[in-house]
């Protein structure tokens, strides 16, 4: 992991880092080792400093003494597009403009990110295996990519993840799942059908799994779940 | 209210009241004026004093300064039964131990009993009317008799129900239910369908609410809801 700059402001240091050609920010608590790890999974369209990655990050060590570590997924931020993404992400925008029915497309291109993002954030792990035990935060695309990984990865010990449902993230993924999550969606998702979210939260393997339901849209996440969020890790982390 | 008796410890008063013929029990900081009252509506076939009562009263007093109370719910505890009464709950028992559906007698007999305690739960606000805002914890029986309460009563401003269904609360009660809620439901409830639960959650007109859903039986509800609830309280009265 090469890093590639250092800041300090609020009591959090972060520093951005290229990890072979994967590009990344690492978020510390300024005065102390951290107490865990967060990995944050960033949603469709968005990269590792998005608005939603920061704030998360940084709530997550100046409030709770975490670290919080965020990448760009592949084909997001600057990261280079094959052919078979530009083609997935074009037919998908194309079937969400245009009426059709885009979760068969997103499947696909979920589970093609998917394959590449579960050895990303495993090699992620290796570099920081100091900073104790870790947990996963991603919504959304970060819940499709998330899942596999859950699955794959003991050393994550708890998430929260959502706003997804059973017809966009990869096949078998949350029968795989078995660490203590929370489960978001939103009741009037115009993007995740609400039995395609409650099926996926039952297809969930875990023993502990909280599903939390709020009225509204994708979007629309009310900020108290943000603070549920954090209690969260402070309660399975800390 | 005639107050019974007075007893104090851990900061927490306890006492035991009639109003009229309702027999109740309202606990209060020991020191200090409480920030706000949360009524609390008990279980079927529970009481004022019944374990999971007397214990989220402590919590809300020692913990939050808030004061307490809860009644007898109408044929409960040491409450005198009408005929009517004795033959809901016997064909009830009959259903639910036979195989039968108890939902349209549970219904049935939740709509006798709110028609009596919505009255009598405002006349407990009546008289409790110094002790600051109101809130309503009631799961099960406390759900479908707390629903109609909600929708009459506008002095209670937030509440967690739950652990009930549409087919066994007064119908239209949720239609009128407009304040901040958490709904709590048990995602394996051998005494609610998952569906009716999900479709009670939909029917309240809250804008803000939340669905909290866990693995598990009607009884299992996880400890942490507790804390979480008290949460709730804390943001939506304090």
Known sequence: MRFLSQTSSGGVTEQP???????????TPEAADPLALVLIGHGGGQHKQAPGVT??????????????????APAHGGRPKSPEHDR???????????????????AELHTLL???????????LDA???????????????????LPLLAAEPRVRSA??????????????????TVPLRFLMQWDDERVPREDALTLFDALAS??????????????VPPFETDGALRFFARHLA
């Open 55 to 72: 704030g998360r990050a940084l709530r997550l060590v100046a409030e709770h003494g975490f670290a919080a570590v965020a990448i760009d």
């Open 160 to 177: 929260v993840v959502g706003l997804s449902g059973t017809a966009m993230v990869p096949p078998g993924a949350a029968a795989g799942v």
């Open 114 to 124: 998917a394959a590449q993002s579960v050895p990303e954030w495993r090699s992620v």
């Open 88 to 106: 997935l992400i074009t037919e998908m925008r194309s079937r969400m403009t245009g009426g059709g029915d885009p979760a068969p497309v997103l």
């Open 17 to 27: 880092f290229l990890l072979g050609e994967i590009p990344g920010v690492l978020w």
């Open 207 to 220: 023993a502990e799994k909280t599903l939390h339901a709020n009225p509204g849209k994708h979007e629309d």
């Open 128 to 146: 920081l295996a100091g900073l104790g035990p870790a947990g996963y935060w991603g919504l959304s695309l970060g819940c499709a990519l998330g």
